[in-house]
């Protein structure tokens, strides 16, 4: 790493270390490993409970989102359709709602009535962050889960992923923190009464339904947009997180705060670069004592793989080792008791009258950003 990249772009060349240079797409042997003999380690089984979180995440957010299309359809339709009462979870689709409410907040104390529960689940995705790293992005993100999803199918249909060369790589990484900035700078110049403003004017009331009707009457500009994302996700490792989503470069920066750390033991460890070779962050882990970069997403795939005993691990200060389920824990309890403690203090439902949304929903495209 240059003295001119930041921390958060560490990174190498290609897939893999300088120890396994030949192993992908060469078919030539891999480096003899350092030392021979070693305490063999079995996988810990992490992979397979982080994947019982994304699917479960996933399905929350298809029962949210098939809820809340049977919520707009009923006024759209003036009352002819299944009532259905809106989930406030959808809110967790609309982080600059959820950027103007933490500001609002943190000025003036008070927790604005619209979209409070896109406060409670920035907070919480914040705080699972500064905890346990960036692992809301590997962990629960149903759009990560979905870009990690492409790329193993690419992976297994054409044998290998693609990586861009180092200097477009940095340059493209750039992009997702350019995206947060020009959000944050957004936000932070708008004084506290025209947050609240925005947040009760006809468009932020129903914010959530102009984002289904983005995708519910998706144009040729936005179908050709997504349509070259989904294909550049099979053949890149997690393309729109690693170089587009602002979400992701804030969860990334919030994470350099955290006392969790990828930690490798060169003592115990072998040289076969099988960590190195499975990130999905493309980052050295096989040549770093800690891995402190913003790109590490807490997936723990690095140390389900690692064959070497003591070699690998999350770790918390003082070298104490973080197995899957404490991480897996720390995010459930962080993610339920938020909401929980939300819905107890009234902190979770946005109190609209059913007759303000007779008015707006049906008339939701007329409504152009203030």
Known sequence: MTPAEP??????????STAARGVVGSGAAPARSRRTGFERRERDGSQLLRLSFQIAFVLLNVWIGAR?????????????????????????????????????????GDIPAVHPAALVLLVAFLAMSFVARKAFCAWLCPVGTLSEWLWQGGE????????????????????KYVLLGLFAYAVATMPVEALRA???????LIADVKMLNFFRFLGTTGAIVIGALLLVSVVVKNAWCRYLCPYGALVGLVALASPLRIRREPEACIDCAKCARVCPSRLPVDRLVTVKSAECTACLACVDVC???GALAMTAPRRRVVPAWALAATLAVIFLGLVASARLTGHWQTPVPDAVYFELVPRANQFAHP
């Not at 299944?82 to 809110?91: A, S, Y």
């Not at 297994?156 to 992009?175: E, I, K, N, Q, Y």
């Not at 925005?198 to 932020?204: A, D, I, R, T, V």
């Open 7 to 16: 921390l958060f772009f560490y990174r190498v060349d290609r897939e893999t």
């Open 68 to 108: 809340f299309y049977l919520f707009v359809r009923y006024f759209e339709t003036g009352g002819q359709t299944l009532r259905v009462p809106r989930p406030p979870g959808v809110e967790g689709w609309l982080p600059i709602a959820g950027l103007m409410n933490l500001k609002y907040t943190l000025l003036t």
């Open 156 to 175: 297994a249909l054409f044998g290998r992923t693609f990586a861009p060369p180092r200097w477009l790589d940095v340059a493209l990484r750039s992009l």
């Open 198 to 204: 925005f947040l009760e004017s006809p468009y932020g």
């Open 307 to 309: 064959p070497a005993k």
